[in-house]
């Protein structure tokens, strides 16, 4: 008999707390939704976000120190001459393996390389995941 | 009747890609119909040799990989790493960054449980916790984006202080996260704590003693849960925790027994609450100055060795570092507290429904990335 009547009282107390669940859920039926709808609409990113490198050129002293403190060796950086009469002829950064610990910015004596807002990663192939930031600067400079 | 029916037990593979395993954990499970007879842990596919690459890197290259261990608790780690090289190379870190450093221990520490309340809540078949929690955490994630730029991988402690100071902005955006997250814990508790669905799911499952607790080495809230007051921010404090008044939560049976999956859940709900006291002491007594010490350029540590242990989210975190003079730890050891608390695994999920392994897996609150390293 007992057995019967702990069923039922079951029942009636599981009823009864999902019933105070749903009110909570009702409060937020009628709220304003949390969600951004991603690609339609861009989530706000802050000040000092780390996201993709943004690299100055003609502030590059070629000191090779981002390279040197980088954890997994994802810049390369090819120059001729020293200091600041180096000519940069390649600093690429390949995004499939930096893990954006904004190591490099930190050590950088002439405050040339930065973290960016730029977030979106996805591209079709792994080529496209290493950005060629010299050559993406004298091509700027053509322009 | 069971030799006319010819009954068999089934060998059945839960995961590696199965959601209820929270990452690429294998659970091979001996079933006697819905009946577990024996449950066996298969790990190991998520190991990237963090230690090994610990050995080959310097010492600073090393904070950003601690990121990954534990990937929802990352400034606990590394704050953890941080500590243990800052004992050994004798580096002082400033009062206000050891503060902040508090502060965003604790920051990541309410980010991981909220993710084990929605995911728990989830496994018990309720969508709707997930949801509420992930909310608050975006919250969470937002401030902690502002204070350091990324979401995840945090990076936040470094060698000798933080990244970077708070700004009044960031102070005001946690005030009022600490507000918010106040009435919501009370929404939380209506919604999944007190449900008594939940509550016939989690109570009288996966009962752990004392004992037992202590004999697998259990840490944190599996240790806590089962009635043990344990807790490093207390009994072993590190970062001036000291300084900070809360009280430990530890299970006490209130829904059925002693150790179950219940209180280990009920520890890390109160834990949230005794977080947000902190993060409210911190901002009111947070001292003016550098945030950062005196680290030199080449980080070269004298010959010797070092333990540091941090209360993690999930327990224990451990370091031990050995150094022979060089720029690179000649040994980096990590004891991680997902590693320990899953040996219990084997040992709790026999003689149980199939669907009460999901719940004691759940109440464990297992990151693979730590378990594998």
Same mark, same amino acid.
């Given at each position: 008999?007992?057995?019967?009547?702990?069923?039922?009282?079951?029942?009636?107390?599981?009823?009864?707390?999902?019933? $105070?669940?749903?009110?909570?859920? %009702?409060?937020?039926?009628?709220?304003? =939704?949390?969600?951004?709808?991603?690609?339609?609409?861009?989530?706000?990113?802050?000040?000092?976000?780390?996201?993709?490198?943004?690299?100055?050129?003609?502030?590059?002293?070629?000191?090779?120190?981002?390279?040197?403190?980088? @954890?997994?060796?994802?810049?390369?950086?090819?120059?001729?001459?020293?200091?600041?009469?180096?000519?940069?002829?390649?600093?690429?950064?390949?995004?499939?393996?930096?893990?954006?610990?904004?190591?490099?910015?930190?050590?950088?004596?002439?405050?040339?390389?930065?973290?960016?807002?730029?977030?979106?990663?996805?591209?079709?192939?792994?080529?496209?995941?290493?950005? @060629?930031?010299?050559?993406?600067?004298?091509?700027?400079?053509?322009? | 009747?069971?030799?006319? $029916?010819?009954?068999?037990?089934? !060998?059945?593979? %839960?995961? /590696?890609?199965?959601?209820?395993?929270?990452?690429? $954990?294998?659970? #091979?499970?001996?079933?006697?119909? &819905?009946?577990?007879?024996?449950?066996?842990?298969?790990?190991?596919?998520?190991?990237?040799?963090?230690?090994?690459?610990?050995?080959?890197?310097?010492?600073?290259?090393?904070?950003? *990989?601690?990121?990954?261990?534990?990937?929802?608790?990352?400034?606990?780690?590394?704050?953890?790493?941080?500590?243990?090289?800052?004992?050994?190379?004798?580096?002082?870190? =400033?009062?206000?960054?050891?503060?902040?450093?508090? %502060?965003?221990?604790?920051?990541?520490?309410?980010?991981?449980?909220?993710?084990?309340?929605?995911?728990?809540?989830?496994?018990?078949?309720?969508?709707?916790?997930?949801?509420?929690?992930?909310?608050?955490?975006?919250?969470?994630?937002?401030?902690? &984006?502002?204070?350091?730029?990324?979401?995840?991988?945090?990076?936040?402690?470094?060698?000798?202080?933080?990244?970077?100071?708070?700004?009044?902005?960031?102070?005001?955006?946690?005030?009022?996260?600490?507000?918010?997250?106040?009435?919501?814990?009370? &929404?939380y508790n209506t919604l999944l704590s007190f449900n008594e669905i939940f509550i016939k799911r989690t109570a009288?499952?996966?009962?752990?003693?004392?004992?037992?607790?202590?004999?697998?080495?259990?840490?944190?809230?599996?240790?806590?849960?089962?009635?043990?007051?344990?807790?490093?921010?207390?009994?072993?404090?590190?970062?001036? *925790?000291?300084?900070?008044?809360?009280?430990?939560? *530890?299970?006490?049976?209130?829904?059925?027994?002693?150790?179950?999956?219940?209180?280990?859940?009920?520890?890390?709900?109160?834990?949230?609450?005794?977080?947000?006291?902190?993060?409210?002491?911190?901002?009111?007594?947070?001292?003016?100055?550098?945030? %950062?010490? +005196?680290?030199?350029?080449?980080? +070269?540590?004298?010959?010797?060795?070092? *333990?540091?242990?941090?209360?993690? /989210?999930?327990?224990? $975190?451990?370091?031990?570092?050995?150094?022979?003079?060089?720029?690179? @730890?000649?040994?980096?050891?990590?004891?991680? @507290?997902?590693?320990?608390?899953?040996?219990?695994?084997?040992?709790?999920?026999?003689?149980? !429904? #199939?669907?009460d392994v999901v719940m004691i897996l759940g109440s464990i609150d297992v990151v693979l990335g730590e378990?594998?390293?």
């Amino acid at each position: 008999m007992r057995a019967v009547a702990n069923y039922f009282r079951d029942i009636v107390a599981a009823i009864y707390t999902i019933t $105070l669940g749903l009110g909570v859920t %009702m409060k937020c039926l009628f709220s304003k =939704p949390v969600t951004l709808q991603y690609p339609d609409e861009r989530p706000e990113v802050p000040d000092g976000y780390r996201g993709i490198h943004t690299y100055e050129i003609e502030k590059c002293i070629a000191c090779n120190l981002c390279v040197q403190i980088c @954890p997994i060796t994802c810049i390369t950086l090819a120059y001729e001459g020293k200091g600041k009469n180096a000519v940069i002829h390649q600093y690429d950064i390949d995004y499939t393996k930096c893990l954006f610990c904004h190591l490099c910015c930190e050590v950088c004596p002439t405050d040339c390389v930065h973290m960016g807002k730029e977030f979106d990663l996805a591209s079709y192939t792994r080529a496209e995941c290493v950005i @060629p930031f010299a050559k993406a600067a004298a091509v700027q400079k053509q322009e | 009747m069971q030799d006319f $029916l010819q009954t068999e037990e089934i !060998l059945v593979n %839960m995961g /590696p890609q199965h959601p209820s395993t929270h990452g690429v $954990l294998r659970l #091979v499970i001996r079933t006697d119909g &819905e009946m577990v007879r024996e449950t066996y842990t298969h790990i190991g596919y998520l190991h990237r040799c963090a230690e090994k690459i610990g050995e080959n890197l310097t010492y600073k290259q090393f904070v950003p *990989y601690t990121d990954r261990l534990d990937y929802l608790a990352s400034i606990n780690n590394n704050l953890g790493f941080c500590l243990a090289v800052e004992n050994l190379a004798q580096i002082e870190v =400033p009062e206000r960054a050891a503060y902040l450093r508090v %502060m965003g221990a604790e920051m990541n520490r309410i980010a991981s449980h909220l993710v084990s309340y929605g995911t728990l809540g989830m496994e018990a078949g309720a969508f709707t916790p997930f949801f509420y929690g992930f909310r608050e955490r975006e919250q969470l994630v937002a401030i902690i &984006e502002k204070m350091c730029g990324a979401r995840l991988t945090y990076h936040y402690a470094r060698l000798g202080g933080v990244m970077r100071d708070i700004t009044p902005e960031i102070a005001r955006d946690t005030r009022e996260f600490v507000r918010t997250m106040e009435q919501r814990w009370e &929404e939380y508790n209506t919604l999944l704590s007190f449900n008594e669905i939940f509550i016939k799911r989690t109570a009288n499952v996966g009962i752990i003693p004392r004992d037992m607790a202590i004999g697998y080495g259990l840490t944190g809230p599996c240790l806590r849960g089962s009635g043990v007051e344990w807790d490093l921010r207390k009994d072993d404090p590190y970062s001036l *925790y000291e300084r900070f008044a809360f009280t430990v939560p *530890y299970g006490d049976g209130r829904m059925g027994t002693v150790g179950d999956s219940w209180d280990r859940y009920w520890v890390r709900m109160v834990e949230i609450k005794e977080s947000l006291k902190i993060i409210t002491q911190v901002l009111d007594g947070l001292p003016e100055g550098p945030i %950062m010490g +005196k680290v030199p350029r080449v980080l +070269k540590l004298p010959v010797g060795e070092a *333990y540091m242990r941090v209360e993690n /989210p999930r327990g224990e $975190l451990g370091f031990y570092l050995v150094s022979d003079g060089g720029t690179k @730890p000649y040994r980096l050891r990590i004891r991680g @507290p997902s590693f320990c608390n899953l040996s219990i695994m084997n040992a709790l999920g026999r003689e149980c !429904l #199939v669907a009460d392994v999901v719940m004691i897996l759940g109440s464990i609150d297992v990151v693979l990335g730590e378990v594998d390293r």
